[in-house]
């Protein structure tokens, strides 16, 4: 049965209102999973702390399918506004733990297929290279130190549910995690300008790692200094280099594609 909280002074909102910062998100372990569709998209086995809906989202739909699993709380729409980070509150959220992933258990499959981003800043930007390493098959993304949160609201939002599928590692040391990737036989493709083979020259049916960096700035030199080689992408026209996000879709796509398309003899 769910509870009912009106007061803007009791507990469980105050906790909500923390969640904002990142520094409480990182101290608990945890985040918040807001609206319909990305709540529903929560697989059954993700661990849940608990659902929160507003007042009108109780009395238009069917809250047995969440309080089966887990403690609902109704309150206010005002107080559900109050505590939600979207414009337009759809009336429900769940607080979701922080799943952890052991990368030695990962790397031990066959032909691991991963992706190390360093410093992306912009939320939209990571959302989408992490939606489309989902997409692919990554099996894990790094994310480097000073990268923007992977749980903040517009990040989560963008991953359109790919958080609660794919194994995602942030506030990584690039120079410990390229090790780590060495250490497993799993060569290092870093993309960068100076690259001197695109990546349809690489044999991509075997473990890789690429690393993609700052969305202004490239890769760092330090960065670029622990790849195994450099790749880089055809742009015959006019521009001088490609959206973050878009370069990660094209080099992802790419093993994809020597992936599914049999070898030719």
Known sequence: MAKRIESPHNQLVKRLNGLKLRKNREKEKVFVAEGLRFVSEIPKDFPVEYYVVSNSFAEN???????????????????????????????????????????????????????????????????????????????????????????????????????????????????????LLRSHGIPLYGAHLLGRQYPYSLNLRRACAFMIGNEARGLSEEAASLCDSYVKIPMPGKAESLNAAVAAAVLLYEVVRQRLVPRQN
Not at 76 to 99: M, N, R, Y
Not at 117 to 134: F, K, Q, V
Not at 152 to 158: D, E, F, G, I
Request: glycine residues 6%; contains cysteine.
């Open 61 to 179: 739909h069917d809250l047995a399918l969440w309080e089966k699993t887990n403690d609902v709380y109704i309150v206010p729409d005002t107080l559900f506004a109050s505590v939600s980070e979207t414009e337009t509150p759809q009336g429900i959220l769940a607080v979701c733990q922080q799943k952890k992933t052991d990368f030695d258990l990962l790397a031990e499959q066959k032909n691991g297929f991963y992706l190390l981003a360093e410093e992306i800043n912009d939320p939209g930007n990571l959302g989408t290279i992490l939606r489309t390493a989902s997409a692919c098959g990554v099996d894990a993304v790094f994310l480097s130190k000073g990268s923007v949160d992977l749980y903040h609201p517009k990040v989560l939002r963008a991953t359109m549910g790919a958080v609660f599928h794919l194994p995602i590692f942030q506030n990584v040391d690039i120079k410990k995690t390229a090790s």
